[in-house]
């Protein structure tokens, strides 16, 4: 379904080519030619299989200017990822496939197969021991050679092949190239490309016999935690490394980090070290050991860039206590905020008893406001302490959440109006190898019995935010639930293991013999969302948690961003199977891999088809100009097949800005999802969160610090939509006065109906540098009345744009400027025809 789409896209563009255009002409073309297949040893390989072509075999022309047709997937981005030595051979049945060797040693191989050369397949990996099974014998194989282009040697392989192959792949670089040249247009350039441009007018007429009904939850957020999006951020725990579990290693770029970061012990003769003997819970082993010989003693915690109190409000203490066991009398313990400047902002003693570990609470009211305060611990009398899981959160949390959430924060995404919040990632979900793989069971129950670990993204996860907290969030918010599981296998971008043959990327799955387990964990998630307490202990565990009733989980995905391998396709074919038996209410969401398009993408799609995945998670990060030039993009999707949810997406311009430009491009493509609101279920936009001065990937759609929230541009868009979704929508006429291309595609609308409210929603977008004169006819939806316009526009590089609120006065049939670079939405309150 999805490979015949580009097909036909690519034969109408060559058959539009002018003479010359993208393809290289000879006066006389051979019937045959020598191909060169070769890949480039400046950067090992990292660029791809790159091909040349001969008439004579000595003077060798470079196809697409160097363009790579296929580049490894295995292992890391960036520092791996490498093609080395390709070789090229040829199947009877005319299919060609490329092997090579992933490293500089020559044991691990790659594989790919391409009927044309220019479409890959999956790519399988393999050891020398499996070479003959991957290469047969019968297998055309083609000579080495040396060849010199651009003046520089290479070694690859020669094959004879006809002109029309050669031809072939220079007109698939020539439509690359110009395709690219669309999506690179930007709106720096519009100055030229618009000049002289006049207003423009538009005409549209609803056509509401043709509406359909689209989904009702399109619209919602994606939270994983990178960028410090969760501890440190969500969370509102105030205390950094609480439970002393920092790991030697888990942030390569902080030299200190370990279990005692983040801390400090003050007074003279005081010192600090990590037991682990006699835990408080083995999911915790270390603690903080501190001896004293005399008052003046403290510990002291930094908190995440400091500790931002307010003055007035109250802060929960709690920490576990053990005293050494010559001790026998009341140990007293005096916890205090210290300001800054060094004064005491609050202050309480907390009591602990010999005889093992006593957790002690306290409520610490500070006096005034800082942004850089620091909780001290400090007990009263000498003696030996041991000290674990310290935590201090602010009482005003998010819906008074116990472990709750950072209200403002929040807030801020409920704000707007998620329909589905999808957790914990991401990248984050299927982690850094199969040891490295989210266990949903290890963030419940106890915080003392969670169990940490290290962020994919090179960090500590407490998993105080877990999945009890998620679900929670989830309900708080009127949202649905959409877990995310591992799929067996770990991140496509997973490291290699030095030693170990192919112990990286997604080639290291779950042992087939743990594949039963591993899914019987999925399984008790679903129970722990759904089932009776009284039946099931998973659900048993969600009631002690305080929350009896059960949290009515529907969908749940299993995958995410994967490379589509034989490993891959062995492991979640299991855990789909088993819960479409088992739990055959939960709706699966499958994964297509990272991109809108190539192998993984094409056989994500196939193996959904194969299977009937009921919803298929897409990902795409592009420039605005691929926004502007796809609006079409699911228009084209087959309805009988899954349906669609773009789990991720963003429009990325050249230093990363999160800006009008980028958030008006995403809000041009939103219109078209909702125009394919039938296929496309539901929509997120990613990143969702990240810290100052902690950021891993820009752009994130809100920014903070440990004193304030900073939506922005893209947040407002995304807020504008989802408070003002509908379920169904309704197709106009549209006349545009200009029949430029350009023009027309940076103009568009989108009309939609809430059953709920009888609501009647028309939304605008106008990507141009001057106005576009609306008149729209809804006569045949509502009779007009009182209506709320909301309107989001500056240039195209301001970053701090904020919409617009007013109360307007329409009539059935109404004219409407939209401003230069502007989002419009009108909605017309009361019952719709």
């Given at each position: 379904m999805k490979g015949l789409k580009h097909i036909f896209v690519f034969c109408a563009f060559a058959c539009t080519l002018p003479a010359g255009a993208g393809v290289h002409r000879v006066m006389a073309e051979p019937d045959s030619v020598s191909l060169f297949s070769y890949a480039t040893a400046d950067d090992d390989g990292r660029s791809g299989l790159r091909f040349a072509w001969s008439s004579d075999g000595r003077h060798w022309t470079s196809i697409g200017n160097g363009r790579s047709y296929l580049r490894c997937d295995y292992s890391l981005w960036g520092s791996e990822k490498r093609m080395l030595k390709p070789e090229m051979y040829r199947s009877a049945d005319g299919v060609w496939h490329c092997v090579w060797q992933l490293h500089a040693g020559d044991r691990e191989f790659g594989i790919s197969s391409s009927a044309d050369l220019t479409d890959w397949r999956r790519q399988t990996y393999f050891t020398d021991a499996r070479f003959t099974d991957c290469v047969p014998s019968s297998w055309t194989r083609y000579p080495q050679a040396e060849a010199v282009i651009g003046g520089v040697s290479y070694s690859g392989t020669v094959a004879k092949v006809a002109w029309a192959d050669v031809e072939r792949l220079i007109r698939y670089a020539g439509y690359n190239d110009y395709r690219q040249s669309l999506y690179n247009e930007c709106a720096a350039d519009d100055g030229v490309r618009f000049a002289g441009l006049q207003p423009v007018s538009l005409t549209l007429t609803a056509r509401p016999a043709e509406a359909k009904a689209i989904s009702n939850h399109l619209i919602g957020v994606f939270f994983e935690d990178i960028n410090y999006g969760a501890d440190g951020g969500l969370y509102a725990e105030l205390v950094q490394n609480r439970d002393f579990e920092y790991a030697e290693g888990e942030n390569g770029s902080v030299k200190e980090w370990g279990p005692a970061y983040a801390w400090a012990v003050e007074g003279s003769g005081a010192s600090m070290t990590i037991g682990t003997s006699s835990p408080i819970h083995p999911n915790n082993p270390h603690y903080a050991t501190i001896k004293s010989g005399s008052d003046g003693m403290a510990l002291v915690n930094s908190g995440y860039d400091g500790i931002t109190v307010r003055k007035g409000e109250k802060y929960n203490l709690s920490l576990f206590v053990r005293l050494a066991d010559a001790q026998t009398k009341i140990a007293k313990i005096r916890v205090s905020l210290r300001g800054s400047n060094g004064r005491e902002l609050a202050s309480a003693v907390v009591k602990a008893a010999p005889g093992g570990w006593k957790k002690l609470k306290a409520t610490l009211t500070a006096s005034e406001s800082d942004t850089k305060a620091s909780l001290v611990v400090a007990p009263v009398s000498?003696?030996?302490?041991?000290?674990?899981?310290?935590?201090?959160?602010?009482?005003?949390?998010?819906?008074?959440?116990?472990?709750?959430?950072?209200?403002?924060?929040?807030?801020?995404?409920?704000?707007?109006?998620?329909?589905?919040?999808?957790?914990?990632?991401?990248?984050?979900?299927?982690?850094?190898?199969?040891?490295?793989?989210?266990?949903?069971k290890n963030s419940i129950g106890p915080l003392e019995s969670r169990k940490p670990m290290k962020n994919l993204w090179g960090y500590h996860q407490t998993m105080g935010l877990g999945y009890f907290e998620y679900f929670q969030f989830c309900e708080d918010i009127g949202a649905m639930p959409l877990p995310v599981i591992a799929a067996g296998v770990p991140c496509q971008n997973s490291a290699c293991i030095p030693g170990r043959l192919l112990g990286g990327g997604q080639q290291e799955g779950i042992p087939l013999d743990s594949m039963e387990a591993y899914i019987q964990d999925i399984i008790d998630l679903i129970d722990y969302a759904n089932a009776d307490p009284k039946t099931n202990k998973w659900a048993r565990m969600r009631a002690e948690a305080g929350h009896p009733k059960p949290f009515n989980l529907k969908y749940i995905g299993i995958g995410n961003e994967d490379q589509i391998t034989d490993v891959f396709e062995e492991r979640f074919t299991m855990i789909y199977e088993a819960i479409r038996c088992r739990r055959p209410g939960i709706t699966v969401v499958g994964t297509v891999g990272p991109f809108y398009e190539g192998s993984d993408y094409e056989e994500g799609w196939a193996l959904a088809d194969k299977l009937d995945v009921p919803v298929v998670d897409e990902h795409y990060y592009v420039a605005p100009g691929w926004f502007i030039h796809n609006q079409d993009f699911y228009d084209r999707y087959d309805r009988s097949k899954s349906k669609v949810y773009l789990g991720e997406y963003a429009a990325h311009l050249p230093g990363r800005p999160n800006n009008i430009e980028t958030a008006l491009s995403e809000a041009l493509y939103l219109t078209s999802v909702e125009r394919n609101g039938d296929v496309v279920e539901m929509a997120s936009y990613a990143p969702l969160l990240a810290k100052k001065g902690h950021t891993q990937w820009n752009p994130d759609m809100i920014y903070f610090d440990n004193g304030s929230v900073s939506p922005t541009v893209g947040y407002y868009v995304q807020k504008m939509f989802g408070n003002n979704s509908g379920d169904s929508y309704v197709p106009v006429d549209r006349t545009l006065d200009n029949s430029r291309a350009d023009v027309d595609l940076r103009v568009a609308s989108s009309v939609v109906v809430d059953s709920n409210t009888g609501d009647v929603i028309l939304k605008l977008v106008n990507m141009l540098p001057v106005e576009v004169n609306t008149t729209a006819d809804l006569s045949s939806l509502t009779d007009g009345g009182r209506a709320s316009l909301t309107v989001l526009s500056g240039s195209p590089s301001d970053t701090n744009a904020k919409p617009v609120d007013s109360s307007v006065t329409f009539g059935s049939k109404f004219s409407y400027a939209m401003p230069p670079y502007s989002l419009s939405v009108i909605r017309m309150s009361g019952k719709s025809k």
């Open positions: 000498a003696g030996t302490y041991d000290f674990d899981m310290i935590s201090l959160f602010p009482k005003n949390t998010f819906k008074g959440r116990a472990n709750g959430l950072r209200a403002d924060l929040a807030q801020t995404i409920a704000d707007i109006r998620p329909r589905f919040v999808r957790f914990p990632g991401g990248c984050v979900a299927h982690g850094q190898g199969i040891d490295n793989i989210y266990r949903w």
